[in-house]
Every structure is written in C-alpha cells, then in structure tokens.
C-alpha cells in the first residue's frame, strides 16, 4: 500500500516528492513506489458564504442580519477546485491506505489539510510530518519520526474556532455597517482594536500641548555635564535656569561623586517572526509583509532557515546538537564572523535551550545548508543577514562595559554625567555594534574632592514632544503586547487596515484618514478592545493544547455577535462617506467617490447597488517615450491601444515596438549561455548580436 502525501503548496509538495524519491511526475502529483506526493494551493476548501445557507443572503439587507448559522459547513473553493478533485480522486486509489498531512506545521496547516480530508470523507489512518525547516535531512528525519494524527485533533479544534470567529463576528458587522451607513465599512475582532490603537495615539498627538523648558550645559575641567536634581534634568523657568547657570559661571566645581559599576549585557535570543519583522523594518524600511515573504523564498525555496511563523525565541535542548552543522554551513559566507568561534562550536548562551518556551516551533535559526549568497536578491540577503548574525551571537561571549558616573557640584547645585567603557565586546562583534571608545586620560585621573574650573555653563532652549504616530515595528510590538492576531497572521491585518483606506502610510508611519476615524466612532467599544480580542486568543490557544472548551468558545462568539449587530441596528450615529466628488454618476445618478488604488485614482459609484467604476488617471505602462524616457500612458482609441507621452506628447501604436528583452534578462541570457562550456563561446557570442539587432 503506498501513502498518499498531502503538502500545501506546489513547490514544497515537489521538494518533498524528490527527497521521498517520487520520480512519475503528474500536473496535480508525483508518484514513487511507496508515495503519492500531492498538493493543495493554499486553501481548496473554505466556510460556506451566507448565500449557500439561503439564497436571500446573496442581497446585503440589514434586517437579515445577523447571519448565523446552527452549524457551519464547507464547500470547495471554485477557483481551485480542479485540485481538489484530483486529490479526491488519488485518495479513492484502492492502493492508498493512508494520508500524511505535510501542510505547514502551524494551525492553519493543519485546517488547510483537515478540510480537505473532511470533504473527501476520508476514514483510513492520518499521520502528521512535523518539521521546522525544509532541508533533505529534515524531510527524511521527519518522515523516520511521524505522528499520529489524533495527536493534532485540538490544533484543528482551535483552528476551526478561529475561523468561525472571524467569519461570525467579521461578516455580520461588516454587513451591518455597510448596509446601514450605505459605504463599504470593513471590522472584524483583530483589524478593529487594531485600527482603534492608531487613533488612540491620533487622539493624544492632536490634544497635545506643547511646553517650553531648559537644560543647563556645564563644562568643567575634562568633563561635560547637565544639571540634574532629584533625577530631573529639565527646568521649566527659563528665569531660574538662567540664574543657576550664572551662579555656576562664576563658582569653583568639586567632584563630590565617582561611581563605577560593571555590567554584562547578554546574547540577544533569536529571533521569532515579529521581532524580525520589527527589526527589518527599523532598519531597512520593511512592511511586515514583505518580510514575511522574503522569509518563506528563504524557507521554501533556499532552504537556508527554519520555520518563519514562530512566536517563540526559544530552542529545544535536543538541537544543542545540531548547532556544530549550521555554524558550519554559515562559515563559509561569513567567514570573519565564524572564525572566532569555529573551532569551539559552543553555544555560549545556554539559556536559549528552553523546552518549556517552545509551543509548535522553535526560533528562526538559519539551516544547515550551505548559502550561495549571488543567488540571493538583495531583500533576501538582508533578511538573511539579520537571522545569521543573531544566530552567530550565540557562539560570542556576553558584552562586558564598566559605567562610570560623576558628579560634579558647583554653586550648591549638582551636574553629572556618565562614560561608559567597553571590557568585553563580546557579541557586538559580530553584529556591528562594538564601542570601544577609551576614556581620555585626564578623565581616568579624577578624584573625589578634586577642584576644577568651571570653562562655560549654558542654558539649551527645548519643547517637550509629543508622541510619534506608530511606525511599522510600533504596530507589530502593540499587536504582540495586547495579543492581538499573531505572528502568522498580524502582516496581512496591518495590509488589511491600508486597503480599506482606514489607515495609510506617510513616511514610514500610520495615519487615520477621515475613513477610520469615523468607523473608529461607529464600531462598538468592545470590538474596540484589545483585551477583549487578546482574551479569544488565549481561549483560542488553550483549545489547541486541549484545555479548552471548543462548543462553550463557539456559543459565546455566537452571542457576541448577535449583540453587535443589535448595538449597529439601534445606533443613532451618523456617517459621510469621504472622498465625495461633485460629480455625478452615468448609470444611477449618484455621486461619485475618488479611490486612491494601485492602478492610480479611480472613481467609482457611492451607491452600493451600482458598480459604476472608471479610472480617473490613464494607466501607465511599462513603454518609456523614446524622448524623455518616462512611462507612457495608455489609451484605447477607434484604431486600438496606443501609448502616449504626457510630457512629450509622443504617440505611438501597440505594434509598432517590437516586444524588447529588458536589461536584466539579457544579461542573464548572455551568461547562461557563455557559462557553458558545452557550447563554448559562439552561441553567448550569437545571442548577443542577435539581442543588439533586436536593440
């Protein structure tokens, strides 16, 4: 009997068929003489719209409102359903005698497999491949150790209760906004709290008032210090912060104070998701996003680290013996940092071996395979660069500093300031950070009592600031702090709030738009709620490691839900739906809305029922105006497409540019095929002449 082999994707199903040595390669699936590798694509099977369950949902109304079905059911997605029925077909084979679920390890792996099987109506043995990372010998090894499927029943409990939720709660207030404020208003039990935190922190900038104060600068002897009492170092009397500077002008300044303190600060732990994802953004501008999807090509495609959707920071003990390998494999891109620590190979900070802080995952820890950093693109190198460095500090010793602070006094007032002098670099070695800055000399030689003169003492005019608006990293470590979503799943809310144009980016920061700011005052306060959302995840949590109760979770959602839709019903608050044009649309009458999108600003109709769309700007293509070079816009004329320059009013048909190889491709043409010594030199030499005719 061979095992039917179940994976969530098309290019994880084929790396995993070629490990198991499947060799029969199909559209849908790869067989061998023991498996039968297939694949979903992403979901195939997902909850049943309201218009399945009774065909008057098809119509937004109010009055129907709320949507809740006795018991949910699935359907197959129609996009996908060519899959779908491939996999039922294999899973009916009389030579298939069981299922291994190779879907991410995580919950939503798990529903993405479940539903699938719960559709085929599958009643041989499940197993379960529980891996981290997606390397030959982690294949192998976790297919030598699988798991029976009864033992992952609470993490598609816990999955399947999320859904519902999101569903439930989700549907029926977006439905009841929407249908009762007559404009596509968009909540749900994470993206709200979410959006609500935004514009808490709108609320305090715009209250904000600003306060004038002072800081006294004084320089004594070898030393630059600022006035400080009772651990204040501003004044908010320019009168009395001129008066202390003069007396101190014209004083004798004593140390009265050296203190000296040594401190270690230990390895950083590695990473999980959020962290990285705040880390990248800080430093490289990054969207949760786009990280996110730098990590699975690191994943899937090279291999190079583990599992990416972690919330732990944490290692296994039990991988204590594989941290030899993949300081090996990094060694040879990273040579310089590797070198002081090859020859010990010893993980230096052992508390990061914690089984009790690793729930489904581990740490993100690059593999034990070898990267070939020029097959990387520069996204996937930065990312790539993060996780190993963090990685290599494990090897490092922890950074030792001695602080030293002084305290100068000077006409009865005191003025400090603090050096800090690095013992051991340790880790910041390898993460760029090492400070070794000496201390001067005539600062090393000061002793209590001794006298100095006081050279200038000045006052520093300041304002004090109002909060920033949250950038990227800020949301994420909100997100995390309040429970709110997680690490799987917190990039595509953030994504969420700017579709819905409740929120955008300016400069790296958040902003509310009138959009979200009404829907903030229209939206129920306890969907308002982080507590609230973060105490469904905890539930949600406890369901997937068996302590909690899935039917008491689902019967509170359900009442939930039914007192939000009636708090939206009874409201009395009023909404203007922003972006109105002044004009007018041909097919109902109703007035126009400006949508800023993707393809440019787009107007469409404000009246749900109409779906008048028309884009305000020509699109721009991809041809540059062969005068100015700029993007030309395209237009549909009687005599077909054309492109047109705006600034150069160049116009040119759609044939008349013979479709052109762009830079990049003809230099990778141009190497695949001088590279090879097959052919030698003379077709890389034909290609290029041949590209310089098409030039």
Known sequence: ????????????????????????????????????????????????????????FKNWNLE???????????KVMKQTSHQFRAIENLAKRKDVGEVIIATDAGREGELVARWILEKIHWKKPV??????????????????????GSQFESLYESAVCRAEADWLIGLNVTRALTTKYQDPLSAGRVQTPTLAMVLEREDQIQKFQPKEYWTISLDSGPLSLEWEKNGEKRIFDKQRAEEIASKARNAKAEVVKIERKTKSEPQPLPYDLTELQRDANKRFGFSAKKTLNTMQRLYEQYKLVTYPRTDSRYLTTDMEATMADRLGGVAGA?????RPVLGKSQVLAKRVFNNAKVTDHHAIIPTEERPNLSELDSDERKIYDLIVRRFLTLFYPAYEYETISFEVAAAGETFTTRETVTIEAGFKRVLGKEETVPLKPAVAALKVGQALAVSSANINQKWTEPPSRYSESDILGQMEKFGLGTPATRAEIIERLVETEVVERQNGRFHPTRKGKQLIEL????????????????ELEKIAKGKGDAKAFGKRIREQTKLLVSEIKTSDKSYRPPNLTGSKCPECGSFLKERNTKEGKVLVCSSLDCSYRKRKDPKLSNRRCPQCHKKMEMHNGKAGMYFQCRTCNVVEKAEERKKAVNKREEKKLVQKYTAKEDFGTSLGDLLKKALEKED
Request: with cysteine; aromatic share 8%.
């Open 127 to 148: 197993k379960r491949l529980w891996i981290s990372s997606q390397t030959d010998k982690a294949i192998k090894d976790g297919f030598r150790q699988l798991k029976p």
């Open 523 to 538: 939206v129920n306060d306890d969907l308002k709620s982080p507590e609230l959302t973060a105490k469904w995840e905890d």
């Open 64 to 74: 129907d409102l709320p949507i809740i079905p006795d018991k949910m059911g699935i």
């Open 334 to 338: 990273y040579k310089e940092e590797a």
């Open 1 to 56: 009997m061979k095992s039917l082999v179940l994976a969530e994707k098309p290019s994880v199903g084929r790396e995993i068929a070629r490990v198991l040595g499947c060799r029969h390669s199909s559209k849908s699936y790869m067989e061998g003489d023991k498996y039968i590798v297939t694949w979903a694509l992403g979901h195939l099977v997902e909850l049943k719209m309201p218009e399945h369950y009774d065909t008057k």
